[in-house]
């Protein structure tokens, strides 16, 4: 099988690498322009920057020159879940088991962790020791907001873009990358990492009074969680559209043709054409793989934002996010202060239970916050190789928008320069990533990745049916336990099947999809885990969810009844259709 355009090579010192947590960043093949002008030069150097300001590492552990972080192998983004082990048997109070969990989620595969020389080290448990010790202590984060600051200024000051040449585009697009990048995916590894402390303390304290679930709701409802944003402000577009005969019949036709059939209502959609634009401004950056340049967002592609907004208008009031995000945050103090009274006879637990608690909130805003500052980023980068895309299709010298994320960083002049020299190659690779899209790749893998020649083809391994009582483990997401009938949804963009109350059995669930969340009664999703956006931003809405359901996609039939408990992490059967 011929081997996908770019790739980076597997590492000695830190063989195991996987593609929990980064599944839901890029679940798609990783396409040439984004390896070589994201990966290979900024979040290799970013990555390492955030493990040594974190104590963890120093910079002489990792190769020059190598990717030993994140790589990309058989076309598909990967995890080194060797680092991430070692910082947890680095860090005071963690381990390799608890990064797993935080992380990976329960997966199968996973080899166990075996200690090799050179993890121990004291040195580096004292560095850790002493950010572990701010971390629980701060009460506030600057970074966050410094650089929220400044991405919001870069979204401001957008230039014309239209008035640019597309060599001007390319270079304004890449610059934003190799000015911002670095930092502020930086600091996105390292509150994420840092934020594990607080949780980890939470975790061990519940486990240890008999209370563990209740360590979950003790991260929930935190309030000011930026991924949480667009799915509140949909809802309120969503009661806007309930609201109005004529949006309803406008939005009962379908996503298809929706912008056209609001255009022409005139006067009659007005108000709701002036709040989605002030939504799209405000949230375009997020969509499907949004991390991948070629990739539409709302902004782009108005529809996929469009048609959670149209679950949400079926929706009934009391699914109001706001409502469910208070009653979240009521819990958490009530949970809080249950267990500050069972401690308070141990002033020392306490004190850290309580540095915990307060400590958690504040590092899982901060979490999603440097993440959206990512995002924007790569969206200003994203509106100006998107029209270079549609200059091309217009004047007839390429086939897709996207195919100029086919091009390698080092090929874009000349392909600027004359794109119909390129025009084979392009549809070439189109065709590979089309390949390597139907191919299953390994969720784990030690040392040297099986050879893409070898693996299935996605969805063609036999698993096993499903029987009512059947219990499917998954992994504590949010809190709460309720029943309804499944909807295995695939893709966001078409999620008509999703009624009010339903589950969302779903693959993964990057922002493009957290606001199908609110018009569901519980969520189902084949990976992820306790850290993961998807699951921060259910605990915001309230929403029971269990990740880390192996094939729950493929093993919950469509229509079955289930009961989604996201205390216990579990999944089981009621009925089937």
């Excluded at 309580?354 to 805003?365: D, E, G, H, P």
């Excluded at 921060?536 to 493929?554: A, D, F, M, W, Y």
């Amino acid at each position: 099988m011929e081997p996908w355009i770019v790739g980076s090579n597997p590492s000695e010192r830190y063989p195991l690498w996987t593609r929990a947590n980064v599944g839901e960043v890029f679940p798609d093949p990783v396409a040439p322009l984004t390896f070589t002008t994201f990966m290979e030069e900024q979040t290799e150097g970013a990555w390492r920057d955030a493990l040594v300001r974190m104590g963890g590492f120093t910079h002489d552990e990792f190769a020059p020159g190598q990717m030993e972080t994140l790589g990309v192998f058989g076309g598909y983004c990967y995890l080194n879940a060797s680092v991430t082990r070692i910082l947890g048997e680095r860090a005071p109070g963690l381990t390799a088991q608890m990064m797993d969990d935080l992380f990976f989620g329960a997966q199968p595969g996973i080899p166990p962790y075996e200690v090799a020389p050179g993890d121990q080290n004291e040195e580096r448990t004292a560095a850790i020791g002493e950010v572990f010790q701010w971390a629980m202590t701060a009460d506030k984060l600057d970074i966050p907001a410094e650089s929220e600051t400044l991405v919001d200024s870069i979204r401001a000051a957008r230039p014309n873009l239209e008035a640019m040449s597309n060599q001007e585009l390319w270079k304004y697009s890449r610059n934003l990358y190799t000015t911002h990048l670095r930092r502020f995916f930086s600091e996105h590894i390292f509150i994420t990492f840092v934020s594990t402390v607080p949780v980890g303390a939470l975790s061990q304290i519940c486990a240890a009074i008999g209370r563990p679930e209740d360590a979950m709701r003790l991260i929930s409802g935190v309030g000011d969680v930026e991924s949480a944003a667009p799915s509140m402000a949909m809802w309120k577009l969503g009661r806007m559209v309930a609201a109005d005969p004529a949006l309803t019949a406008a939005f009962a036709q379908g996503v298809t043709g929706l912008p056209a059939r609001l255009e022409a209502l005139g006067p009659a959609s007005a108000a709701f054409r002036e709040q989605f634009q002030r939504f799209i401004k405000d949230y375009g950056s997020r969509g499907p793989n949004e991390w991948e340049i070629r990739s539409n967002t709302w902004e782009t592609r108005p529809e996929l934002a469009l048609a959670a907004i149209d679950r949400m208008r079926l929706a009934p009031a009391e699914a109001s996010p706001e409502l469910r995000n208070k009653h979240m945050a009521e819990e958490r103090e009530r949970v809080y202060g249950e267990i500050s009274a069972m401690l308070a006879g141990d002033p020392e637990t306490l004190g850290m239970f309580q540095a915990a608690a307060r400590a958690a909130t504040l590092f899982q805003a901060g979490r999603e916050r440097t993440k959206t500052n990512n995002v924007k980023l790569i969206q200003e980068a994203r509106m100006a190789m998107h029209l270079i895309g549609k200059r091309f299709i217009d004047q007839g010298l390429c086939d897709e928008v996207a195919d100029f994320g086919l091009v390698k960083d080092n090929e874009m002049d000349a392909w600027l320069a004359d794109p119909l020299k390129l025009r084979g190659e392009i549809a070439r690779r189109r065709d590979l990533m089309a390949v390597y899209a139907g191919i299953q790749e390994p969720f784990v893998f030690y040392g040297k990745q099986p050879d893409p020649s070898t693996w299935p083809a996605r969805g063609a391994t036999a698993i096993e049916p499903v029987k009512v009582g059947d219990v499917l483990a998954g992994f504590p997401g949010c809190p709460g336990q309720v029943t309804g009938v499944a909807r295995v949804i695939l893709d966001p963009i078409d999620p008509t099947a999703l009624e009010p109350g339903d589950i969302l059995v779903a693959p993964i669930t990057d922002p493009s999809w957290t606001p199908l969340f609110v018009s569901a009664g519980g969520v189902v999703v084949d990976v992820g885990a306790a850290q993961s956006h998807a699951m921060i931003v259910s605990r915001e809405l309230g929403i029971p969810c269990v990740p880390s359901v192996t094939n729950g996609t493929r093993r919950i039939p469509n229509g079955a009844t289930v009961t989604v408990n996201g205390d216990a992490g579990t999944v089981t059967i009621v009925s089937l259709p």
